[in-house]
């Protein structure tokens, strides 16, 4: 099953990516008047072995050299980051015991290097590119999770420094979830667990969120909806939506 597709230079020329656990590239041509694809494969570049890619896969120059990384994670545990056109592995490091579900990149602890948040089956974790190592984790059973980063509440002279928000489901498709959103500033202490009451006994499946300034009074707010019913068979259109203040957690 293809994961994704991204874009990358070599030898002049301009390349399509296409990846699943394979990374295949393509040689990518364009003609006067139009664009024309050679669709001679090329060799595999990076293969992840016995691991699939489970998260969405991002784009970033973790070690500042001008050149990007892919970073995603596995069903395995594994954070990985691999360099376009060199494919070397930047990253590949165990930090979970199960499948990893989400990452974000930014600067958690005030340096010039990034960390990666990322959210699995066993909770939070932070892995730091200037320690090259996990700096904390939070330990919570997670069914399914996503995470984004919010802006943090900065001293003045501190660098743009961000927060991490988690959206965590707890339990499974047969016996139904349980949702929360959780906020931990850049050291991962927890500054709040918001509990996203469902409206029925039976709860939901969670669907999908935006984080965005959606009132306009210049604080961010969480958009949450949920999809279906859990259990066997489980589908139809969700019942329940939540709106979540970002700067405290409180439900509006």
Same mark, same amino acid.
């Given at each position: ?94 930090? =979970? ?6 990452? !974000?990149?930014?600067? +958690? *602890?005030? #340096?010039? &290097?990034?960390? %990666? ?86 709860? =939901? ?6 984080? !965005?300034?959606?009132? +306009? *009074?210049? #604080?961010? &707010?969480?958009? %949450? ?28």
């Amino acid at each position: 099953m293809l994961a994704s597709v991204s874009w990358y230079a070599a030898a002049g020329e301009s390349r399509v990516l296409t990846i699943n656990e394979n990374f295949m590239s393509y040689r990518y041509q364009p003609t006067p008047g139009g664009l024309v694809y050679n669709d001679t494969m090329e060799r595999p570049v990076w293969n992840s072995g016995n691991d699939n890619i489970s998260t969405a896969v991002l784009r970033h120059d973790l070690d500042d050299d001008g050149v990007n990384e892919l970073v995603f994670g596995t069903d395995r545990g594994r954070l990985v980051a691999v360099t376009l056109g060199t494919w070397f592995e930047l990253v590949k490091e165990k930090v =979970a015991d199960g499948e990893l579900f989400s990452l !974000a990149i930014g600067n +958690l *602890d005030d #340096d010039n &290097d990034p960390e %990666i948040a990322v959210v699995s089956v066993d909770g939070v974790h932070c892995f730091d590119m200037s320690k090259d190592r996990v700096t904390w984790d939070r330990d919570y059973d997670t069914f399914d999770g996503d995470v984004v980063l919010v802006p943090a509440r900065t001293d003045q002279g501190e660098r743009d420094r961000s927060d991490v928000l988690v959206l965590r489901s707890k339990g499974a498709h047969l016996t139904g979830t349980e949702h929360f959103m959780m906020r931990f500033d850049g050291e991962g202490n927890e500054m709040y667990k918001t509990r996203l009451q469902e409206l029925e006994a039976r709860p =939901a499946l969670r669907a999908a969120w935006v984080v !965005a300034d959606l009132d +306009l *009074d210049n #604080d961010l &707010d969480a958009f %949450i909806c949920d999809r279906g019913r859990a259990g066997i068979g489980a589908s139809g259109p969700g019942k329940n939506v939540w709106l979540v203040e970002v700067s405290n957690g409180s439900l509006v």
